[in-house]
């Protein structure tokens, strides 16, 4: 089952501009992972995040959490066509590791 | 980074037989393999977590006689769908995780039941 909702379900950004993704979630979490596909392929992992941690960088990604409200942030800066993708936010429940994944967002982004 | 390869990449059958699914972990030994399937423009649904050695472990609504799961090792997972009919075509995609770290996905498999 899945564990949350993203929003927006579809975003469409010109190159340059920074695009912000929402996930939701309902129970308690171990670490929040977000992932990136490119249609029709498998998933690339962008980023974890623990549930002690409250933010974390990695190159032109931003990623917040705050487990009162069970949300997380992405933020991709300075966006470029290749970042166009469907990007999934992943809940992290137990200790084996099992991920409940969100609806996902599509991007598109223009040159 | 670790490195999951699926077997086969796409795979067309006709509807009644049988098609396997293999998931390896190229690099490294899994503790744990996932089995996801796919939709057309939706996201990820776990199927069934497997551990090596040991039964797998289905989720709700998952028919287990249907979507056969056997870890032979720790680096070795195959999905077996038995009579497969149209409503099972789907991207199906395997990961693997040493405990509770991130996971490596596999490219994923695109079946498609005539």
Redo the contacts between chains.
Sequence with gaps: ??QGEEDPQALSIQEGENATMNCSYKTSI??L?W?RQNS??????LI?IRSNEREKHSGRLRVTLDTSKKSSSLLITASRAADTASY?C?T?VD??????????T?VVVTP | GAVVSQHPSWVICKSGTSVKIECRSLDFQATTMFWYRQFPKQSLMLMATSNEGSKATYEQGVEKDKFLINHASLTLSTLTVTSAHPEDSSFYICSATVRDVEQYFGPGTRLTVT
């Design positions: 089952s899945q171990n670490n992972q992932y029709g392929r498998g998933l690339v992992h974890l999934f992943a992290g200790s084996w590791g099992k991920l409940q994944f969100g609806a996902g599509q």
